[in-house]
C-alpha cells in the first residue's frame, strides 16, 4: 500500500505547507501517540529537533497533540537525529521524535519517528499511523492529559554515549581536527566530544540562528570546511549534516573523503581487529563500484539495497552484519546505534588514523572510484519516468552500459526530484548517457 504522508525517512516538506503545517504536526502527534499507547503505564514520548526557526512550531504543535491522547513528553531540545534515537531508548520511553529536514535549506522540515527500541518505524507502523491522521482519535479524559518537561542533560547524555564508542587506549592529544557543524542539531556535541577526548578543535558551522542550517556549510557544502583545513594546517576535518546522522571527511590537503571510502576505512578496521560481523558491508546501489572490488579483494562482502538508511539497516538486520551506510555519508554501527550517527562514525576513522600514525591524505583514501556522475532533474508533478519517451532513453542507456557500467535511476523520497546516476569505465561515456536521460526527463515533466 503506498503511504500518503511518510516518505524514505518520515514526513518532510516546506513548512507552513502540506504536510509541515503546525495542525498535521499536532495531528501526527496524536495519531502517534494512540498507536504507541499500549499497556496501563505512564507513555513517554522523547522529543528533539535541529536549529530551524520552525522547530519551535512544530515542536509546540508536537506537545499538544502527544499531550492530548496522554502521553508525556520529555523535550531535549537542539540534538542529533541518533541522540534522540539512544535516549528514547535509554529512558525506556514508547517512542521518539525528531523534528528536522537533515540537510535540506531552513525552509523546510520534517518529522522522523522511533519505536521503543530506537530503530526508525517499520512500513506497518507509519501506514497504521497515517490511518489514524486521517481518522478520528480518541482524546485523553481530562485527568488523564499528559504532562511536558524539558531535561537538561541531555547533552552530557549523548557527549558520554558518543566517547565511550572511540577506543579506551587512544586518545586525540595534539591532533587539531576542524568540526562542521552546519548550524546544525550537533553545533554544541560535536565540538565538546572531540575536545574531551584531547582534540584541538577547530568548530565552524556552530552559530545557528534559525535560518542558516546547512547554508554553505555541513556535509554536503564542504568548502568553508576544506578552506579552513588547509589553512589552519588541521590533521583532518569533519562535516555533520543538519541533524547530524551524515558524515562527510577532508584530507590535510583539503580533499574530500565521501561515505564509501569512510564505510572501506571503518570495514577494513573492524575486520583488523575481529568485530566485522557477517563478513559484509550493506550499503545501496548508489556505492562505487570501486567500493565493492576493493572489498572484495580483501574478503569482504558487499549487499546492495534500494536508497534510503533505513533500507540499508533492515538488510544489515536480517543479514546479521555491523557496518552499513550510504555513499552520502549516513554510516550505520549497529554495535553502537539504531540509526546513521555522523560524530560516532567519525571517531570509528579517527581511531582507525590514530592507530595507523599515517596522514589522512594517504590513509583514508582507501580505492580509487570508477567515474561516476549523479545528475538531479526537478520536476513540478506527475510521474515522468512513466513517459514512454523516457523509458525508451533509459533502456537505450542500459543497453549501451551493458558490461562496462551501471545505470541508477529513482525518484527522490522527501523532493520532487529525479536522481539520475551512471557510472562506468568510460567517463566520456557515462556522461553522456546521463545528459541524455536527463534531457529526456525535462521534456516529460
Not at 504507541?36 to 509546540?60: A, N, P, Q
Not at 555522523?342 to 595507523?356: D, N
Request: charged share 20%.
Amino acid at each position: 500500500m503506498a503511504r500518503k504522508y511518510f516518505g524514505t525517512d518520515g514526513i518532510r516538506g516546506k513548512t507552513n505547507q502540506l504536510p509541515m503545517t503546525a495542525a498535521m504536526a499536532m495531528q501526527v502527534g496524536m495519531a502517534a501517540g494512540a498507536h504507541f499507547r499500549r499497556g496501563d503505564h505512564r507513555h513517554r514520548v522523547v522529543i528533539g529537533k535541529d536549529t530551524r526557526l520552525s522547530g519551535y512550531m512544530i515542536e509546540s504543535a508536537m506537545v499538544a497533540g502527544f499531550t492530548s491522547v496522554g502521553m508525556d513528553v520529555v523535550l531535549v531540545g537542539p540534538m542529533p537525529t541518533p541522540a534522540v534515537a539512544m535516549l528514547t531508548h535509554s529512558m525506556r520511553a514508547d517512542m521518539g521524535v525528531m523534528i528536522s529536514a537533515s540537510h535540506n535549506p531552513y525552509g523546510d522540515n520534517g518529522i522522523k519517528l522511533f519505536g521503543p527500541d530506537g530503530y526508525k518505524l517499520s512500513d506497518a507502523d507509519e501506514l497504521a499511523i497515517e490511518a489514524l491522521i486521517d481518522g478520528d482519535i480518541a482524546l485523553a479524559p481530562s485527568a488523564e492529559i499528559g504532562r511536558a518537561r524539558r531535561v537538561e542533560d541531555a547533552r552530557g547524555r549523548y557527549i558520554h554515549f558518543a566517547k565511550s564508542t572511540f577506543p579506551s587506549e587512544l586518545r586525540l592529544d595534539g591532533m587539531r581536527i576542524v568540526v562542521d557543524c552546519a548550524n546544525g542539531a550537533a553545533y554544541q556535541v560535536a565540538p565538546s566530544a572531540l575536545w574531551e577526548l584531547g582534540a584541538n578543535v577547530v568548530a565552524i558551522g556552530v552559530e545557528p540562528n534559525g535560518k542558516n542550517i546547512n547554508a554553505g556549510v555541513g556535509s554536503t557544502a564542504p568548502d568553508l570546511l576544506r578552506e579552513t583545513v588547509v589553512a589552519s594546517g588541521a590533521a583532518i576535518g569533519i562535516a555533520l549534516d543538519g541533524d547530524a546522522d551524515r558524515l562527510i571527511v577532508v584530507d590535510e590537503t583539503g580533499r574530500v573523503v565521501d561515505g564509501d571510502q569512510l564505510m572501506a576505512v571503518i570495514a577494513s578496521g573492524w575486520q583488523r581487529q575481529g568485530k566485522l560481523v557477517g563478513g559484509a558491508l550493506v550499503t545501496t546501489v548508489m556505492s562505487n563500484l570501486g567500493l565493492e572490488r576493493h572489498l572484495a579483494g580483501q574478503g569482504i562482502g558487499m549487499l546492495r539495497t534500494q536508497v534510503g538508511d533505513r533500507y540499508v539497516l533492515e538488510a544489515m538486520r536480517e543479514k546479521g552484519i555491523n557496518v552499513g551506510g550510504e555513499q552520502s555519508g549516513h554510516i550505520i554501527l549497529s554495535d553502537y546505534a539504531t540509526t546513521g550517527d555522523g560524530l560516532v562514525a567519525a571517531l570509528q576513522v579517527l581511531g582507525e588514523l590514530v592507530t595507523a600514525g599515517a596522514p589522512a591524505s594517504d590513509f583514508l583514501h582507501r580505492f580509487e572510484p570508477l567515474p561516476q556522475l549523479l545528475k538531479n532533474v526537478r520536476f513540478a508533478g506527475g510521474k515522468p519516468l512513466e513517459a514512454d519517451s523516457v523509458k525508451s532513453v533509459i533502456a537505450e542507456a542500459e543497453a549501451e552500459l551493458n558490461g562496462s557500467g551501471r545505470l541508477v535511476i529513482r525518484p527522490s523520497g522527501t523532493e520532487p526530484v529525479i536522481r539520475v546516476m551512471a557510472e562506468g569505465d568510460d567517463r566520456a561515456q557515462v556522461e553522456r548517457v546521463v545528459d541524455r536521460i536527463c534531457d529526456a526527463v525535462r521534456a516529460a515533466a
